[in-house]
């Protein structure tokens, strides 16, 4: 069963960067969509990016468009968030799911600890 392991989070200062992690560890992940989601205190989880493999698309929330970029590497073996520009607002814990349907990621129950990204001066 797929079991993603997110990490590569931090504190940040406004207008930081940072570069999360998303890995497999044993699979490679072409063969599937990989979103990342983020959920802030006291708010719903919400869909950051996705990267789709197999219909080679890739989606941004329009809040982190220009900000953000969504990677792979060769071996497809982790999906990656470039984040850059932080703001405060962006501050959540980030998790990524084998999916990059919103409705699907809220029936998902194999979330990982995800990764806290802190954007604060």
């Known amino acids: 069963q797929l079991e993603l392991v997110e990490s590569g989070g931090g504190l940040v200062q406004p207008g930081g960067s940072l570069r999360l992690s998303c890995a497999a560890p044993?699979?490679?992940?072409?063969?599937?969509?990989i979103g990342w989601f983020r959920q802030a205190p006291g708010k719903g989880r919400e869909e950051v990016s996705c990267i789709n493999f197999a219909h080679s698309t890739i989606y941004y929330a329009d809040n982190v468009k220009g900000r953000f970029t969504i990677s792979t590497d060769a071996a497809k073996s982790a999906v990656y968030l470039q984040m850059n520009s932080l703001k405060p607002e962006d501050t959540a814990v980030y998790y990524c799911?084998?999916?990059?349907?919103?409705?699907?990621?809220?029936?998902?129950?194999?979330w990982g600890q995800g990764t806290q990204v802190t954007v604060s001066s």
């Open positions: 799911a084998p999916t990059c349907s919103m409705a699907v990621a809220e029936k998902y129950d194999q």
């Open positions: 044993e699979f490679t992940l072409e063969n599937y969509a």
